[in-house]
């Protein structure tokens, strides 16, 4: 598609349950990234993919947080045992090799996780 | 120190002045910056990239690069209450598919 797509838009959790979140990138974007923002705007890089690749892992709070990005599916981003200050919006961005040797990144609208 | 740094605002304009919102960045080697705007309960929505020192016009915006102060700015002339979103400052550390460091926003007011 045009947009990232992001699913579900709002999830409801109690703490110790498992969160799901899917991302499905711009047509024709090898590059996906997940952000999470919490209060104040606050943004924090999580985790990025080459198509199926992890490209950068370096924000991911390894001990709960997974992701995937496998081939016709859409990429994924699991939470186990959610905690309360997992509460935020997570998005995806995805980004193409224009030619040239920067990347914009385009925002998907987002899913609201709330864990009770 | 916060590696990317702005003033939370809010700024207020009137309709049609210039609103000028600044940002700082830490690391040196910074590569490419980027201004996204949000409006609330959204998604931030690019609408304007710099890489190059000097100043890029698009349409009522200018960026503004200044590597050697580590400054980055963006003017919106004719502002209009349209404007009112929180701008998002964000900045790729190298070249290539670098993840963005985000400030925490300048929130915008314009007032008709």
């Known amino acids: 598609g045009e947009e990232v797509a992001q699913t579900p838009k709002h999830l409801v959790r109690g703490e110790g349950q498992k969160a799901k979140l899917y991302c499905a990138p711009i047509?024709?974007?090898?590059?996906v990234f997940w952000y999470q923002q919490v209060l104040k705007n606050e943004f924090k890089f999580l985790i990025s993919?080459?198509?199926?690749?992890?490209?950068?892992e370096t924000g991911m709070p390894k001990e709960r947080f997974s992701a995937k990005c496998l081939p016709n599916s859409p990429c994924s981003l699991e939470i186990q045992a959610t905690k309360l200050e997992d509460s935020a919006v997570y998005f995806c961005?995805?980004?193409?090799?224009?030619?040239?040797?920067?990347?914009?990144?385009?925002f998907g609208p987002g899913t609201r996780l709330t864990v009770l | 120190q916060k590696e990317v740094e702005q003033n939370s605002g809010p700024l207020s304009v009137p309709e049609g002045a210039i609103a000028s919102l600044n940002c700082t960045y830490s690391?040196?080697?910074?590569?490419?910056f980027f201004w996204y705007r949000q409006y609330s309960g959204k998604s931030p929505e690019l609408i304007m990239f710099?890489?190059?020192?000097g100043d890029k016009e698009d349409g009522r915006f200018t960026a503004q690069l200044n590597k050697a102060s580590q400054y980055v700015s963006l003017l919106i002339r004719d502002s209009q209450p349209s404007d009112s979103a929180t701008y998002l400052c964000?900045?790729?550390?190298?070249?290539?598919?670098?993840?963005?460091?985000f400030g925490t926003g300048t929130r915008l007011l314009v007032s008709p």
């Open positions: 964000a900045v790729g550390l190298n070249t290539g598919f670098q993840k963005l460091v």
């Open positions: 993919f080459q198509n199926e690749n992890v490209f950068d």
């Open positions: 690391d040196r080697g910074s590569q490419s």
């Open positions: 047509k024709g974007h090898s590059y």
């Open positions: 710099i890489y190059s020192n």
């Open positions: 961005a995805s980004s193409h090799p224009t030619g040239s040797s920067y990347n914009e990144q385009f």
